[in-house]
């Protein structure tokens, strides 16, 4: 299977983990032995202030909510779009970060979008792929629009986007109008 880095995996209505219920998930890195990736739609009660004050020991005026990247425990991580922050390119204009010193620099004084996230999501070789073939996951393009957008929406506008794409490779239609009344 080729590697599903840059894209997101859309949890079908029907996956039972409350973990992903509803959840839209980044893939940061995917290859034979395994993949991560963080939850982009799950906002923490906790702003990027008052973990700051935590975790380096000093104030940050930054009151950008953190995100829950999914249900394993790690180090806070970015996802952004500075190039020169990067540790890992995951698209096209979408880059994560883990580096101490690169959060800093994005978290205090970048202008560009940006995403904390604490926790990840993992999964070992071939787990994904296993849970692709029973239908738990489906799959889009990451895009700028869609990471940074609207994290109360994003499920909701893609299951239906890749919904209406599999119905309509599955009846052979084309094209069909997005209001279908004027048909």
Same mark, same amino acid.
């Given at each position: 299977m080729p590697s599903l880095r840059g894209k997101l995996l859309i949890a079908s209505p029907h996956l039972l983990d409350p973990n992903f219920a509803h959840a839209v998930v980044l893939m940061v890195q995917h290859d034979e032995d395994g993949a991560l990736?963080?939850?982009?739609?799950?906002r923490s009660e906790n702003t990027l202030a008052e973990v700051w004050l935590e975790v380096l020991d000093r104030p940050c005026e930054n009151e950008a909510p953190i995100f829950?990247?999914?249900?394993?425990?790690g180090p806070l991580m970015a996802i952004h779009q500075a190039p020169e922050c990067a540790d890992l390119d995951i698209a096209p204009g979408l880059f994560f %970060?883990?580096?101490k010193e690169h959060l800093e620099t994005l978290v205090e004084g970048c202008q560009a979008p940006l995403r904390v996230f604490s926790g990840y999501s993992g999964w070992a070789g071939g787990q994904v792929e296993s849970e692709l073939e029973t239908g738990s996951w489906l799959v889009a393009d990451a895009t700028e629009e869609l990471v940074f957008g609207d994290?109360?929406?994003?499920?909701?506008?893609? %299951?239906?986007?890749?919904?209406e794409n599999i119905l309509l490779?599955?009846?052979k239609i084309k094209h069909a109008p997005e209001d279908p009344s004027l048909n």
């Open positions: 990736g963080v939850v982009l739609n799950r829950v990247g999914g249900p394993c425990p %970060a883990t580096q994290e109360d929406e994003i499920w909701k506008l893609l %299951a239906r986007r890749v919904g490779g599955a009846l």
